[in-house]
């Protein structure tokens, strides 16, 4: 499962056999940009892969020699995309992010090497020892070990201190330091850390130290400040199988801001590239030291995997940014999606040459294509049809994905059917990391709801069920396993949401039943030659056995009650043909005892 949020889509860019290799000084370009070339040539990547619009910004040595809007940011209105049209960014944003650790580096504020704990006490992962060792280096340089755990922040409106809390309860597979795994969440607490040193929060700091002295007016950290704007994209999306591209709405990431959250337009942009392009000065101003901006363009972690183009070499993961080649020349670059959405920023800078390529249509490869044949170009090498790559790519992965449909291919047991009415896998959920999981009965089945997303689900086999194809962003086939306890009630849901992570496991949250709903259940019970006393205090039940203390007792399901703090113990009220509570069972580890209500006014 993986969603499209902020992802590096590391099958665009994937490492291959041809070593990356960089000048020892810069060298310009062997050619000048062809903007007539490139006008004639951005249309049709864009009418292949039907992106609504792009914003294109090329720098060179220092300055912007090209920057230009294509399509339509509004395609309702047609309205066109203009040099000052703001888009989503992305995961872009996390080289903003770094240069801000940078910054306070700089300052003496903080080291990129000593653990987080000694600025955060509070900080916790579930692995002790990551959380004793973890730096800000390995915060923003995805070298953690952890498990992504995108749901957690996608599915819900938490507080950045939230998820900061919420990362003690998040799993991995993967050892603490044993390479590269795409982390927002750490990223999110990196720029988290960056506000609590500075005093300033995030957003602020990198205000004043970022956009402010780079003259980057028009950025910001919000959609919901985009959409206030004059000149802002609409975002799009299309469908994989019919390829009708629809307008999506626009997703608030703001708690998971240092991770993805600015949107900016191509003259920021190209501000922005310059000043990396550069010595760590911007606007006149020194922003960071030379040294600290270089090192965020200093691989940290290798990114492995095999390569899909042999023109990409090996890329590592610095801080913020992708460090790789292309065709033999030093490539830095990141990209970002987020719903609607699709940015690149790619530099080569022993070439003091930059791109930026903004676009609002998720899940398409258009900004490399353009990027690429740019490099081409400029670079004068022979031109590769990358569109044509692209498309090759594409096609073979849906006609693989379209073989296993078509023969059947399938781990689901025909024939079978849940085990309980389906009336008892319906309740409220909870995991401590990911928040609430949500059943309800629908019309044809059951409804699910993490926190804040809605899906719908269908029967799979047996106790699982599982979420249509498309039916929500990030869940699109997700399997939830409803589990039993020993008493053969359904108690938790176990379901893969992380790839790189056991399966997340969702507890029943008792009922809150009112206070109505229990007076029928007080008054004394006896089983044997004992007399069990039922009371209510507080609208909680309690349950008083002579010679013990006393148990509250916390609802289940029905009338079905766990008894608080004792494992395995339970007890239900059962109810005579006239619908009145007449007796009362005990289930415990050495046996079940029932015993009758005895005659009486409740109390």
Same mark, same amino acid.
């Given at each position: ?397 849906? /006609?693989?994905? !379209?073989? +296993?449909?078509?023969?059947? %291919?399938?781990? &689901?047991?025909?024939?079978?059917? #849940?085990?309980?009415? =389906? ?71 176990? /379901?893969?949401? !992380?790839? +790189?992570?056991?399966?997340? %496991?969702?507890? &029943?949250?008792?009922?809150?039943? #009112?206070?109505?709903? =229990? ?85």
């Amino acid at each position: 499962m993986r969603l499209s949020s902020l992802l590096i889509q590391v099958v665009l860019i994937a490492a291959s056999a041809l070593p990356a290799a960089a000048q020892s000084t810069p060298q310009p370009p062997s050619r000048s940009l062809d903007i007539g070339k490139l006008e004639r040539f951005v249309p049709l990547p864009m009418q292949t892969w039907k992106v609504p619009g792009v914003a294109i910004a090329v720098v060179q040595n220092g300055r912007v020699i090209y920057a230009h809007g294509f399509g339509v940011r509004d395609v309702k209105d047609n309205l066109p995309v203009t040099s000052k049209t703001l888009f989503a960014i992305g995961s872009t944003t996390k080289s903003f992010t770094s240069v801000c650790i940078g910054i306070l580096n700089d300052e003496g504020e903080l080291d990129w090497d000593k653990p987080v704990r000694q600025y955060l006490p509070e900080f916790q992962l579930y692995d002790p020892v990551a959380a004793e060792r973890m730096t800000p280096r390995d915060l923003i340089s995805h070298r953690s070990g952890l498990a992504a755990h995108d749901l957690v922040w996608y599915s819900s409106d938490f507080s950045r201190e939230d998820l900061v809390r919420r990362l003690r309860y998040l799993r991995s597979n993967s050892d603490f330091r044993s390479g590269f795994h795409y982390n927002n969440m750490l990223v999110m607490t990196a720029g988290y850390l960056v506000g609590k040193v500075s005093g300033q929060g995030w957003e602020a700091f990198v205000r004043t130290h970022l956009f402010q002295p780079l003259q980057m007016t028009a950025s910001n950290f919000s959609v919901t400040d985009s959409q206030k704007a004059p000149d802002f994209a609409h975002p799009y999306r299309k469908n994989e199988r019919t390829e009708v591209v629809s307008e999506a709405p626009f997703r608030p990431i703001d708690s998971i801001g240092p991770a993805g959250s600015i949107n900016s337009n191509i003259d920021d942009m190209a501000r922005y590239l310059i000043f990396q392009l550069g010595k760590g000065e911007g606007g006149g101003h020194s922003i960071i030291s030379e040294a600290n901006l270089n090192l965020t363009h200093t691989p940290q972690v290798v990114i492995s995997g095999g390569g899909q183009f042999k023109e990409i070499g090996p890329p590592g993961y610095g801080m913020g940014w992708v460090i790789s080649s292309y065709r033999g020349h030093k490539l830095v670059w990141h990209n970002g999606g987020i719903d609607g959405f699709y940015a690149l920023l790619s530099m080569l800078p022993d070439e003091n040459l930059g791109v930026v390529i903004l676009t609002n249509l998720q899940n398409q490869p258009v900004p490399e294509i353009i990027a690429y044949d740019i490099f081409d170009n400029m670079l004068g090498l022979d031109q590769v049809d990358w569109s044509d790559r692209y498309h090759q790519l594409e096609a073979k992965q849906k /006609a693989a994905e !379209e073989g +296993a449909k078509k023969a059947g %291919v399938t781990s &689901r047991k025909s024939g079978t059917h #849940p085990s309980h009415d =389906l009336q008892d896998y319906v309740g409220h959920f909870e995991n401590p990391g990911y928040g609430t999981l949500t059943i309800r009965s629908a019309e044809n089945g059951f409804v699910g709801k993490l926190n804040e997303i809605s899906f719908p689900l269908q029967h799979y086999h047996y106790d699982v069920f599982e979420v249509p194809e498309n039916a929500a962003e990030g869940l699109s086939e997700v399997k939830l396993r409803f589990l039993t306890n020993m008493d053969g009630d359904i108690d938790s849901i176990a /379901a893969p949401l !992380e790839d +790189a992570a056991p399966e997340i %496991v969702f507890t &029943r949250v008792a009922e809150k039943l #009112p206070r109505e709903a =229990l007076l029928p259940l007080i008054g004394d019970y006896q089983i044997g030659t004992m007399t069990v006393s039922i009371a209510l205090k507080k609208d909680e039940l309690q349950m008083i056995v002579p010679g013990q203390p006393i148990n509250t007792l916390v609802p289940q399901q029905g009338l079905k009650f766990a008894v608080k703090g004792s494992e395995g113990f339970s007890v239900e009220f059962r109810k005579d043909a006239a619908g009145a509570v007449d007796s009362l069972v005990i289930f415990q580890p050495e046996g079940t005892f029932m015993g009758n209500r005895k005659a009486g006014p409740s109390k």
